[in-house]
């Protein structure tokens, strides 16, 4: 199924991983949302922390594809090979999905403060972080 969905794109020119094309969404959100965080403590703005939760929020909705585009791309690309830098990004990805949720349910509530919520979005921030510097691990050794 993998490979058919890989073999079509590339009759029509498309050769590249699907991976890393859609991680822009996630992982661009999440900085974004963590610079709008910072601020929104610092100026002490509002609309900032709102941009935030929004940001917060569409990388959740985007990091579930994601990390089934990624698994499609070590599939095909790597074979499903299994080795540790492959368990520590998939490690990582749930503890970011699972963080983001929090992160979006924390988010919702106005009776917190910006400074409490940023540490959530510090740790995401963090997380996103390991997961990139995983992945140019293994695209670029």
């Not at 991680?23 to 959100?29: A, S």
């Not at 403590?41 to 900032?48: F, G, I, T």
């Not at 990582?92 to 924390?106: C, E, N, P, Q, R």
Request: proline fraction near 3%.
């Amino acid at each position: 199924m993998i490979e058919l969905v890989y073999q079509t794109l590339a009759k029509i020119g498309f050769s590249h991983p699907l991976h890393p094309a859609m991680t822009h969404i996630p992982m661009g959100m999440i900085i974004g949302g963590f610079l709008f965080a910072v601020g929104s403590a610092v100026m002490k703005k509002d609309d900032l922390a709102i941009a935030t939760h929004y940001c917060y929020t569409l990388a959740l909705i985007f990091v579930l594809p994601t990390m089934m585009l990624g698994y499609m791309d070590w599939q095909y690309k790597f074979d499903g090979e299994w080795n540790g830098l492959i368990l520590t990004k998939i490690i990582l990805a749930v503890m970011l999905t699972i963080m983001l949720g929090i992160t979006f349910f924390y988010g919702k509530n106005k009776r917190v403060d910006i400074k409490q919520k940023l540490i959530l979005y510090v740790i995401c921030f963090a997380i996103a972080l390991g997961i990139g510097f995983i992945g140019g691990e293994l695209q670029y050794g």
